[in-house]
């Protein structure tokens, strides 16, 4: 009996946990993270306040955590058949993973947006350490699938060249036209550039044999 009683519980806290996520991306992509407050996403969510606070301390934790589940991991998932395929180039390999960012930061562009302006401005270390631990893994799988297939590629211009495509990934995409106003570009001309000036920088032109 206890046992059926906890997992009664757990499944009545996974709903809940749902409802949450739920209202809070709805509130996010209409109203933006600064203008919803931890009170809207429990009335929406259908929970009491001290409930929603016992699952998550702030706004821009429930951000992280709704980035973490929607789209952190779905990044992960779908790059793993780019870089375990050892017949790309590395060329293709940066097409492709750049591609597939660029997509899901679009589709999830108020969610991430929030992520970002507040692991940037926020004072709250754990929020910016899971992001950073996010972003450090799957920037290493890319890392090493190119200097797997680049002969000669230097590790720290692979590094540098990787932080710059993928600031400039967000800027465009998260964040719309940035203040110079120098060129615009589609989505996919933004992601063919970039793997342009990212080869060209690591001056990665052969395989590894």
């Known amino acids: 009996m206890r046992a059926i009683h906890h997992t009664a519980r757990q499944v009545r806290s996974a709903d809940t946990e749902e409802r949450i996520a739920t ?43 709704l980035a973490d ?22 060329g293709d390999v940066v097409r492709r993973y750049m591609s597939t960012a660029a997509a899901l930061y679009r589709r999830n562009r108020p969610l991430l947006r929030a992520v970002y302006v507040a692991t ?7 929020l910016r350490a899971r992001v950073r631990e996010f972003n450090q893994k799957l920037h290493q799988r890319l890392r090493e699938a190119v200097l797997a297939r680049c002969r000669g590629a230097r590790p720290e ?15 465009l995409v998260l964040f719309g036209q940035p203040v110079s106003d120098l060129a615009r570009l589609s989505e996919e001309e ?12 690591v001056d990665c032109r052969r395989k590894k044999k």
């Open 23 to 65: 209202s809070a991306r709805e509130l996010l992509r209409s109203r933006g993270l600064e203008a919803v407050t931890m009170a809207d996403i429990a009335a929406r969510a259908g929970v009491s306040i001290g409930g929603l606070y016992a699952r998550f301390p702030s706004k821009e934790a429930l951000a992280v955590y």
């Open 190 to 201: 933004v992601v063919e550039e970039l793997a342009t000036q990212f080869m060209a920088y």
């Open 120 to 126: 940037r401005t926020g004072t709250d270390e754990a």
């Open 69 to 90: 589940k929607r789209v952190f991991e779905e990044l992960e998932r779908q790059s793993a058949g780019i870089f375990d395929d050892a017949d790309t180039s590395a």
């Open 157 to 171: 211009a692979v590094n540098l060249g990787i932080l710059s495509m993928m600031s400039t990934l967000r800027e």
